[in-house]
């Protein structure tokens, strides 16, 4: 059998959204889950610039018994051409437990020091846009005081 290719990234966008108050809702079965709402933001990237939508962005995040947060992001980005892109991304943010108590008390951590991964998946009903709805996404996160860094990347 021949070799399989390497996988390729291409950066697509860096998002960077305002999060507002998160909205507790206690332990549950799977872990202490929450909602933190997107609030606004800007994304830019090489074919991609706009803002996010405040009232259709969140993510619901499930923290296990460890820190670890598992979470389930969705939003809503208007491309500068009017565009709307729905995403969704799964994502996984784990480090040691004291870069993890850090970061749940809100401090600022640089993301060298913990993981913030995301299988992503866009949507859109735009025609010049409909790569979007083919490609397979990875996006790396940083959470920072108040808001949350996403770059995300086209695997090819």
Not at 24 to 42: A, C, E, F, M
Not at 43 to 54: D, I, V, Y
Not at 95 to 100: H, Q
Not at 128 to 135: I, R, S, V
């Amino acid at each position: 059998m021949s070799r399989l290719p390497e996988p390729r990234l291409t950066h697509v966008y860096r998002l960077e959204a305002a999060l507002g108050e998160p909205l507790d809702i206690g332990d549950v079965s799977q872990g202490y889950r929450r909602i933190v709402p997107q609030t606004g933001g800007t994304f830019t990237g090489p074919e991609l610039n706009g803002k996010l939508l405040a009232g259709v962005s969140a993510d619901w995040q499930t923290i296990l018994p460890d820190g670890t947060a598992i979470g389930d992001i969705r939003y809503t980005l208007r491309t500068d051409d009017g565009a709307l892109l729905y995403v969704q991304s799964r994502s996984v943010r784990h480090g040691s437990p004291e870069v993890l108590a850090r970061l749940a008390r809100g401090e600022d951590v640089d993301a060298s020091e913990y993981t913030f991964r995301a299988a992503t998946q866009i949507e859109t009903a735009s025609r010049d846009l409909d790569w979007l709805n083919k490609g397979v996404f990875v996006s790396v996160g940083a959470r920072l005081q108040g808001r949350v860094i996403y770059d995300t990347y086209l695997v090819a």
